[in-house]
């Protein structure tokens, strides 16, 4: 297996994620220090879904995010680019519809959903900016986008330590769970490349999206973005 680098080419991105496909979910728990599913939650709740509402999970992965937003009543649809995660997804979530896309171009027409989420994703799009202004577009006027993605710790002496466990303990735990461990050395640069919270706000704001806020979750590992569509 290629691992991708920082340049985040499409087919080296694609073919990575392919070939991580079924120790995935597992290797996220663990690097993540069993804080998945807490981020998730705060993921769900920032949506602020009603009852059928139609939801785009950009990014899928295998589905789990898109099942969360299932179970909050949604009508959620799961969109990704790599096949072994759509094909691995299928087999877990059978009764979730799975797409095939590229976040910088999608297949949906304008104002196709009332909202849509991209977790975890973003920073494994080789135009980031592109995606978020297809997101926009592809979500009715006055919904919402959000974004939940590692970002940059608030405690300059929390993130020291944070940025020498991505560089260290991520691929050391990875070589004993995943046969392509090589995978998540990209993973653990790509988390240290991204933009902090206030730049990221700024993108968003940038792509013509409203009300921008932002808030941190377990000292800011973890950001997560919430933007409105404007009406006009």
Not at 13 to 22: K, S, Y
Request: charged letters at 25%.
């Amino acid at each position: 297996m290629n691992r991708a680098d920082l340049d985040k080419n499409p087919y080296d991105v694609a073919g990575m994620f392919d070939g991580i496909a079924r120790r995935y979910d597992l290797m996220n728990d663990l690097a993540a220090l069993g804080q998945v599913r807490s981020w998730r939650r705060a993921m769900v709740d920032s949506l602020d879904i009603s009852p059928g509402q139609q939801v785009l999970d950009l990014a899928a992965g295998t589905g789990t995010s898109t099942a969360a937003l299932v179970d909050a009543g949604a009508d959620a649809v799961a969109a990704d680019f790599s096949l072994g995660m759509m094909e691995e997804g299928r087999r877990r979530q059978p009764h979730i519809p799975f797409v095939a896309a590229d976040a910088q171009a999608l297949p949906f027409a304008d104002d196709s959903f009332d909202a849509a989420v991209i977790s975890f994703g973003l920073r494994n799009v080789q135009r980031p900016r592109t995606a978020i202004g297809e997101m926009a577009r592809v979500v009715r006027p006055g919904g919402r986008v959000v974004i939940c993605e590692f970002s940059t710790p608030t405690s300059t002496v929390f993130r020291t330590v944070y940025s020498r466990y991505l560089l260290r303990a991520i691929p050391a735990v990875a070589h004993r769970v995943t046969q392509s461990p090589e995978a998540y050395d990209y993973l653990s640069e790509s988390i240290l490349d991204w933009p902090d919270q206030e730049e990221l706000r700024t993108w968003m704001l940038e792509e013509g999206l409203k009300q921008v806020q932002f808030r941190n979750l377990t000292g800011g590992i973890v950001a997560l973005h919430r933007g409105v569509v404007p009406s006009v």
